[in-house]
């Protein structure tokens, strides 16, 4: 939540709104910026309640010769969304932005006097007020090191000083920065979507360091100021993956990037009759170790994190946990040395599953991250990263994000009924013949998006609508009913069909709108019982089920035909059918797919 960014070197305005631009996806309250000119004078902010699109409005159209500045686009927590709680702060000769939440700022105002310095209602004007205070205008490092050891909470911090120009100063606690420089420039920033454009290579700030950087270069020192080596990562994402690529919204280019990501992932993966996770072999042999798994995840992340229970249970025989990591934080779940642990993000940042590993690797348990972003905290915790290498998920909905993390799983899970002889080696061979299957799969449902588009027309004005299935059905539909409320606002919910005469059904009316999934074979004679319960009740019924038994269905239902794969891979096309659903359904009420409301795309508090 916010994104912050640094920038030193020229046309300084223009590549900080850029960048934030990019950042948006973490928060789009408020926008701001402090930009300085060459070595004169103080910075001059801008900054207004809306987006980086309303703050274009307000900077000066003659920009080039600012060469150093600090900007944020924001996610409220501290104070409502205005102009005044926009970012950046500025209290004497201290300007900075923040993402974080500093949780005794209420205290370190009233024991440092500090209110007649405040014209916002923000935790972060406070730390502004406080490090001018403990700045004498001698060592900046010094005043931010005596700062931040009074906070408590999360933060990053990128500074400017009045007196120091051409300087940028950072430090963090939590909440990430990441870093990379160019001939010519130095970029600081929330998450490495800002620095492609720049470079493939960055390195992500330590905590307990503070960041010094000039247009000469940088340095990064401890608080006892020894000098710190930093850690490069390197990606080979494309920066085409940075624009829409012609399509609309990014969640549409995201959806359609689909079968090349899975692809990607099966080729890194797989060997010709194997799974190869890597790590020297080291990660299979501790999979034979455990006795109890844990995933632990938030979101669309936890709803694939489901996926992988459902596949455990059936290839390795194994009870899972799976938990909200926001729940698991506080449980008395049990984890120890003979836990294997997973936690499950995207960003690799959520603040919620970060904590929940931190407690999990305090316990003994054995942890492993499937993450997308490279560098990203989760990755410094965990023992063992599996990365979905999707590229840069920019649309707040995650779509890309929850297919490779399904695939991730069904990795994992064949990996460890094998090494655990769960599974035979003609086992094996079957379920990669199926997940080679998988990419034209979900092509061959992308082809359908117009018939989709038309059933999705017929619920914009919809106020609620339910998803039913059993088994693996039911626990793609929970994703797919997030997908639909997040972005077209529309109450949705997913219910185990076999659960609906215990409650869920009083709910249904004439024309309520209910999809149901019926690709689980084995399921499908009481799926569809559950279907014509609810029919009976005036339930108006799209139908999601295998081409094999579309025609069996067409005259009594809406049917979405999905291609025919064996039932646990039918997780794949029926999400994409749903995506495209949702993301119609949102687009046709002329929403903003890519930001819904209240949202954002990175959750780093609690
Ligand atoms: O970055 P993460 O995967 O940890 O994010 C977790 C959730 O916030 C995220 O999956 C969220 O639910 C989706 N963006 C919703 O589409």
Redesign the pocket.
């Known amino acids: 939540m916010c994104g912050i960014i640094g920038f030193i070197g020229n046309d300084a305005l223009a590549n900080i709104l850029n960048g934030l631009e990019l950042l948006e996806y973490r928060g789009y309250d408020s926008a701001g910026l402090a930009v300085r000119r060459n070595d004169e004078g103080e910075s001059e902010i801008y900054k207004c309640q809306g987006r980086v699109s309303d703050l274009r409005k307000l900077v000066p159209s003659s920009n080039a010769d600012f060469n150093c500045g600090i900007g944020h686009t924001r996610w409220a927590t501290h104070g409502g969304v205005c102009d005044a709680n926009a970012h950046p702060h500025r209290v004497g000769k201290v300007t900075l932005v923040h993402n974080g939440i500093i949780e005794n700022y209420a205290d370190l105002k009233e024991e440092y006097e500090l209110e007649d310095y405040l014209v916002s209602e923000t935790d972060t004007e406070v730390v502004a007020a406080l490090l001018n205070k403990f700045y004498d205008g001698t060592n900046p490092k010094k005043a931010i090191k005596r700062t931040v050891k009074k906070l408590k909470g999360t933060y990053a911090f990128v500074i400017m000083f009045a007196d120091r120009p051409n300087t940028i100063y950072a430090v963090r606690n939590v909440s990430p920065i990441v870093v990379a420089t160019t001939e010519d420039n130095i970029i600081l920033s929330s998450d490495p979507a800002a620095l492609y454009k720049y470079t493939k290579e960055y390195f992500v700030l330590d905590e307990g360091t503070i960041l010094t950087a000039t247009k000469d270069g940088y340095t990064v020192e401890n608080f006892d100021e020894e000098p710190v080596d930093v850690k490069m990562t390197v990606v080979d994402w494309e920066v085409s993956s940075l624009d829409k690529g012609g399509f609309p919204y990014y969640m549409a280019k995201e959806i359609f990037e689909q079968p090349s990501c899975i692809r990607r992932i099966l080729s890194t993966y797989l060997t010709n009759d194997d799974i190869n996770l890597g790590f020297d072999g080291k990660l299979d042999e501790a999979l034979t170790r455990f006795n109890r798994i844990c995933i632990v ?6 709803h694939a994190g489901l996926v992988g229970a459902h596949l455990f249970k059936k290839w390795a025989g194994m009870n899972v946990d799976v938990e909200m990591a926001s729940e698991f934080i506080y449980s008395d779940t049990i984890v120890d040395e003979n836990t294997l642990f997973i936690a ?7 603040i919620d ?1 970060l904590e929940a590993m931190n407690k999990a690797k305090r316990a003994g348990a054995l942890c492993v991250a499937v993450l ?1 972003v490279r560098g990203s905290s989760i990755s410094r915790v965990a023992d063992y990263t599996l990365y979905t290498d999707a590229g840069p998920e920019i649309a ?3 779509t890309k ?2 297919t490779t993390q399904s695939l991730v799983f069904y990795l994992l899970a064949l990996k460890t009924g094998m090494v655990r002889n769960r599974l035979s080696k003609e086992d094996l061979a079957k379920a990669l013949s199926n997940l080679r299957l998988v990419p034209d799969a979900i092509s061959a449902v992308l082809e359908q998006k117009d018939s989709i588009h038309r059933l999705a027309k017929e619920v914009i004005t919809a106020s609620d609508l339910f998803m039913i299935g059993r088994g693996l059905d039911y626990v793609v539909l929970m994703e797919g009913a ?2 639909l409320k ?1 972005i077209s606002y529309i109450h949705s919910e997913a219910y185990a069909s076999g659960e609906l005469k215990h409650g869920p059904i009083a709910l249904i009316s004439e024309n309520t709108p209910v999809i149901a999934a019926v690709t689980q074979e084995k399921l499908i004679s009481k799926a569809l019982s559950n279907v014509k319960e609810i029919k009976a009740r005036g339930a108006n019924v799209v139908l999601l089920a295998k081409n094999e038994f579309k025609n069996d269905f067409d005259s009594e239902y809406h049917v979405i035909g999905l291609p025919d794969l064996d039932d646990e891979y039918m997780t794949f096309p029926e999400i994409v059918a749903l995506q495209i659903y949702s993301y119609y359904v949102s687009a046709d009420k002329g929403l903003d797919v890519d930001k819904p409301r209240n ?1 954002a ?3 780093t508090v609690e």
Do not use: D, F, R
């Not at 995840?297 to 936890?302: E, H, K």
């Open positions: 995840a938030c979101g669309t992340a936890l499950v993000s995207q960003s690799g940042e959520t599953t997308n707040v909905a995650s994000a929850y997030l997908k997040e949202l795309k990175v959750v």
